[in-house]
């Protein structure tokens, strides 16, 4: 993987030119696409191109909550390397060569817009796999050491994920386990209680789904067992 920028007018795009030959800003808008499901931004699964298989999730940043009423999609201009989707990719990047379940990074823009900035995200779309949500709302088997193993490995790399919920973990055919969406995540270094406290974020979003206390008791406790055992 090799990181490459390309100045757009207004945009500045970074890519990995081990996937694309050429970036610019008709990537960020494809004819064909299909709605995502989940998440706070805006996105989209886009068909991959050039010599890639597949299929892409473009992801636009949006806010939420309160600021997300007064301007939805606009963040004040930290500096490039500073940007959320510059982050976002760099981390994703670097987690994937650390060889850690996370989508592999396509390209990024950032587009200046008078003191602020706009986002997008392409990564590769992880084939077959369904989010934690929507199997605790189907009813489908869940591999809960699994999933706290898989946590455990981004922990003991010191990968905080800054929104670690049920929609945000993914499952594929194989029952592999996945992390997506690594807004505002960053690498620190190994503690307890920024762990902790990731845990108890995941267990909060259990709870909201209206998981079965009883059921959420016993699945928890298998999603511990995973991440002690992993250690």
Same mark, same amino acid.
């Given at each position: 993987m090799t990181a490459r920028t390309l100045s757009a007018?207004?945009?500045t795009i970074l890519y990995d030119d081990a996937l694309l030959g050429h970036?610019?800003?008709?990537l960020f808008s494809p004819p064909a696409?299909?709605?995502?499901?989940? @998440?706070?931004?805006a996105a989209w699964i886009v068909p991959a191109i050039g010599d890639e298989a597949g299929e892409w999730v473009l992801r636009h940043y949006r806010r939420g909550g309160l600021p997300a009423k007064l301007v939805s999609d606009l963040y004040l201009w930290p500096g490039l390397a500073l940007t959320r989707p510059w982050r976002e990719w760099q981390l994703?990047?670097?987690?994937h060569a650390l060889g850690l379940p996370v989508p592999r990074p396509v390209a990024a823009r950032v587009t200046r817009a008078f003191l602020g900035y706009r986002?997008?995200?392409?990564?590769?779309?992880?084939? =077959?796999?369904?989010?934690?949500?929507e199997l605790i709302r189907d009813r489908a088997g869940i591999p809960w050491r699994e999933i706290g193993a898989c946590i455990r490995r981004f922990h003991a790399a010191g990968v905080w994920h800054a929104d670690l919920n049920a929609h945000?973990?993914?499952?594929?055919?194989?029952?592999?386990?996945?992390?997506?969406?690594?807004d505002?995540?960053?690498?620190?270094?190994?503690?307890p209680g920024w762990q902790q406290a990731n845990l108890e974020r995941l267990s909060r979003s259990l709870r909201k789904l209206g998981v079965d206390e009883g059921a959420l008791h016993e699945a928890? @406790?298998?999603?511990?067992?995973?991440? =002690?055992?992993q250690g």
């Open positions: 007018g207004r945009a970036a610019d800003e008709a696409c299909t709605p995502a499901v989940g @998440g706070r931004g994703l990047s670097e987690l986002g997008d995200l392409i990564t590769r779309r992880i084939p =077959a796999a369904r989010s934690l949500a945000n973990i993914l499952v594929d055919q194989e029952t592999a386990v996945w992390l997506i969406d690594f505002r995540g960053e690498r620190r270094r190994p503690a928890w @406790g298998a999603l511990l067992g995973g991440y =002690a055992q």
